[in-house]
């Protein structure tokens, strides 16, 4: 009998956020390709998704270095030869050195948008084969609201505001085949990425400061990003295509200028 039960990718699996989106993933039926450069934290996500009742024959650990097109490709081939498809790829990598726009270097530029976007890509590339066999699939790149708001880090920014502009490409190319190409773009979220960016104290009033000013006033948690992942790899979200869900608490709204209360009647916007 043929295994139904679609197979997807996720790069950066066993950071953060990605072992958040593997295992909503799981938790819906799917089969995983677990991606990561890092061999440790790879065995741990498969510990602990085998801990929580999921059966380790379901979860592929795939050790690759996305800034390796031939790396890229050995891994897509590799889910290939063991599955014989794959469904949905879920690009979660993501790197953002520090480093200002005014001082950035070649080597920040091209290594961030090496990981951050051209992975992206190449993942397209090598995945086709398969959505054209299958007449279906679909890639979400996992963005951020500074596509909008932009930066403090320009390479970081541009990288994700250009994969906005990547998956709409895709959902227009790939389109008449069933493939679907989305982006999700979170907010701040509390993840080992953003905790590197300075002590507990700095991080935790930028955190603040994020929740103070977002509508919602609240911080966005890795589940969040994952469920927003979850349903748009769903049949629920079977027409939509070439969009981007911001999940950052409406941080992504531009700011309003409110009218004082004791303002006249009469006074309009200008």
Sequence with gaps: MTDERPISLVTGAAGGLGRVISGALMRDGHRLVALDVAERPLAELTSNLTSQGYDPSDVM??????????????AVAAVGERWGRLDHVVHNAGIEPPHKASSVTVEIWDET???????????????????????????????SRTWLSGSSTGAYGASKAALVGLMRSIAVELGPIGVRANVVAPGFVRSPLNASKGDSAYVEEYAREFSDLAPLRRLIEPIDVAEAVAFLVSPGARNITGDVINVA??????????????????????
């Design 61 to 74: 650990t795939v050790l690759a270095d996305l800034r390796d097109e031939t790396a890229i490709a050995a």
């Design 113 to 143: 948008f090496a990981i951050n976007t051209r992975a992206g890509a190449l993942l397209v590339k090598h995945t086709a084969p398969f959505w054209e066999a299958q007449q279906g699939g679909t890639f979400i790149a996992i963005g």
């Design 249 to 270: 608490g409406g941080m992504h709204i531009p700011p309003t200028v409110r009218w004082p209360k004791t303002r006249r009647h009469g006074l309009t916007d200008r």
